[in-house]
């Protein structure tokens, strides 16, 4: 089946700092989604961006569908970016990675 | 407006007891969807129904976990017997009509989720 793979597992910021986090899949897929699941567990959609960049006030992503690959942008990041980012892929089902836990300290 | 309402908010049972999660979705949308997280296997879909009829459930584990959406504003995960590799957190999500040729799956708006613990 396709494996999504998200970079880093971990990372720690100081607030302020920009960040870049990476998705990639390992077969076509027919959209892309970025995922914040904050410190309560609660998740909330991002980004739905099968292709080209979004924006959203400091939060961008890109997609690079014919390379396999997403990219989601922090930045001036903030102790309320805290918590695990997700990326999935719709094949017919949708398909997550493991994550980006993301700490941004004050 | 009330987002996605799920009960309840924790369920702590003994193995081979009925459990039932209950999931209440926005208001006007066609799509409902139901995940679990565990450490182990992350986020994973299990079940996803359009129009209240369910469309794809190959993510539902086995025989033991059923989904029902009767109307359009609840729908229930059971499990029947429960077991403790069932623990984990599930959530519902809904999402509205898709656009023609558009996805099921946004713009997703999540429950809280429930957070089951199977002793």
């Known amino acids: 089946g396709i494996q999504v793979e998200q970079s880093p597992p971990d990372l720690i910021l100081q607030e302020g700092a920009n960040s870049t986090l990476r998705c990639n899949f390992s077969d076509s897929v027919n959209n892309l989604q970025w995922f914040h699941q904050n410190p309560w567990g609660q998740l909330i959609n991002l980004f739905y961006i099968p292709s080209g960049t979004k924006q959203n006030g400091r939060l961008s992503a890109t997609t690079v569908a014919t390379e396999r690959y997403s990219l989601l942008y922090i930045s001036s990041s903030q102790t309320t970016d805290s918590g695990v980012y997700f990326c999935a892929v719709e094949i017919g089902d949708m398909r997550f990675g493991a994550g980006t836990r993301l700490t941004v300290k004050p | 407006d009330a987002g996605v309402i799920q009960s309840p908010r924790h369920e702590v049972t003994e193995m081979g007891q009925e459990v039932t999660l209950r999931c209440k979705p926005i208001s006007g949308h066609d799509y409902l969807f139901w995940y679990r997280q565990t450490m182990m296997r992350g986020l994973e879909l299990l079940i996803y129904?359009?129009?209240?009829?369910?469309?794809?459930d190959s993510g539902m584990p086995e025989d033991r976990f059923s989904a029902k959406m009767p109307n359009a504003s609840f729908s229930t995960l059971k499990i029947q017997p429960s077991e403790p590799r069932d623990s984990a957190v599930y959530f519902c999500?809904?999402?509205?009509?898709?656009?023609?040729?558009?996805?099921?799956?946004?713009?997703?708006?999540f429950g809280d989720g429930t957070r089951l613990s199977i002793l």
């Open positions: 129904f359009n129009n209240n009829v369910p469309i794809d």
């Open positions: 999500a809904s999402s509205p009509k898709a656009l023609r040729g558009g996805s099921p799956y946004q713009p997703q708006h």
